[in-house]
């Protein structure tokens, strides 16, 4: 059984919600690093940046003259070994290095790549200077933005998910000048909204969110979180799960932002998953044994069989929601990359905990939270008898 924190976690998914390594990579996902999207029945959203969407008012740019260096054989040879298909993460970063080195530093493509990567490998310190190299030689306001706004998303993950005061106050200003370049891009106001917050700016993260909720569309998995945050911006300086909504086996939809003050227990599993067999009694119990309390238990499946699945379920008698992630978005965003894992979230959709492997004391997590909920449930229905009681 291994335990990780959920700071740690946070950037996982963070950014797995960003990196696109897990569907496939071209420079597109580079640049289209979090923008919202919503995929078959399952929807998340990773708070990170997409300046992709300045291209659209930006059309008319003129398109630069190609750079010397692109003419160069030996340039040309390693753009394109740092392009082939199936190579693991350290050693694709490492060529596109390599080709930027030939570049003399000048490869636009090129720190774009590496920016991403380094950001998908939680390198925050090597991604701000990537970033500051980028907007140095950048012509273009798409790569201006893309510089400011993943310079300011590392600079928000520096000191371990706890950026000092001049950090923050550095992320906040370079999300600032990426959203002067994309004003109407909601993803960085978000983001903005967020640093804001953290900065205990709580008026001026009021107003970020609330334009948020006016770009963003009513089926946008965040926007309930967006609306929480506008009630309470505290939240927002929160480790918040990644928010998704998806349809289960039975056609339930659930959302993570309106589970209505229940405390969640995501179960990342397969049927073919021999830890996950074990683990299964363990889910079982805790399903049955919080079923009246304000608990909710998400079964999240990585088959790919369907028909198989369903036989799983119905045989072991896993009454309790069940989905699977056929895409695997919704695992990527999640940081799931082995299984069983369990993910503990609190009444406020912040996570609390993350344990991998079978043994593990999921129990033990979820008594906590839930003992928390029925104390707060408690203490609101004395506080409404009161008002009650006044009137």
């Given amino acids: 059984m291994r335990t990780v924190t959920s700071r740690r976690l946070l950037a996982l998914f963070c950014l797995f919600g960003y990196v696109g390594a897990l569907r496939g990579y071209s420079l597109s996902d580079a640049l289209a690093v979090s923008t919202p999207a919503a995929a078959g029945t399952s929807q998340t959203t990773s708070t990170a940046v997409s300046p992709s969407t300045v291209a659209a008012g930006n059309s008319a740019q ?12 030996k340039f040309q040879k390693a ?3 740092a392009k082939e298909a199936r190579i693991m993460v350290d050693e694709r970063l490492a060529r596109w290095k390599n080709a930027n080195k030939i570049s003399k530093n000048q490869c636009v493509e090129c720190l774009h790549q590496i920016i991403f990567w380094q950001m998908h490998k939680l390198q925050w310190k090597d991604a701000i200077g990537s970033a500051n190299q980028l907007d140095l030689i950048a012509t273009t306001r798409n790569d201006k933005c893309f510089a400011e706004a993943q310079r300011g998303a590392a600079l928000m993950h520096s000191n371990n998910d706890e950026p000092k005061p001049e950090q923050l106050k550095e992320a906040e200003s370079s999300m600032r000048s990426a959203l002067e370049l994309a004003p109407k891009d909601a993803n960085l106001i978000y983001l903005e909204g967020r ?3 953290m900065m205990n700016r709580d008026d ?14 009513m089926s946008d998995p965040y926007r309930t979180r967006a609306e929480h945050f506008v ?8 480790q918040m799960a990644p928010a998704f909504t998806l349809t289960t086996s ?3 939809e659930m959302s993570l932002d309106n589970m209505n003050g229940k405390v969640v227990l995501l179960d990342f599993w397969a049927t073919w998953c021999g830890p996950c067999k074990e683990s299964l009694p363990d889910i079982q119990r805790i399903a049955k044994k919080f079923a009246d309390q304000p608990l909710v238990v998400l079964s999240i499946s990585i088959d790919r069989d369907d028909i198989a699945w369903k036989n799983f ?22 940081g799931a990359s082995s299984i069983p894992r369990f993910f503990t979230i609190d009444t406020d959709g912040a996570l609390q905990s993350v344990k991998v492997g079978s043994n593990s004391d999921v129990e033990g997590e979820v008594k906590k939270l839930v003992k928390k909920a029925l104390e ?3 203490k609101k229905a004395k506080e409404s008898e009161r008002t009650t009681a006044g009137g």
């Fill in 62 to 73: 003129a398109k630069p003259a190609a750079p010397t260096y692109a003419d160069d054989p």
């Fill in 79 to 81: 753009l394109t070994s």
């Fill in 195 to 197: 640093a804001l917050a």
């Fill in 204 to 217: 001026e993260a009021k107003t970020m969110f609330q334009k948020y909720l006016d770009l963003a569309k």
């Fill in 231 to 238: 009630e309470n911006p505290k939240l927002a300086a929160m």
């Fill in 250 to 252: 039975e056609g339930e």
């Fill in 313 to 334: 379920i119905a045989k072991n008698n896993m009454t309790w929601p069940q989905y699977r992630d056929a895409d695997g978005k919704l695992s990527a965003a999640y």
């Fill in 376 to 378: 707060a449930e408690k």
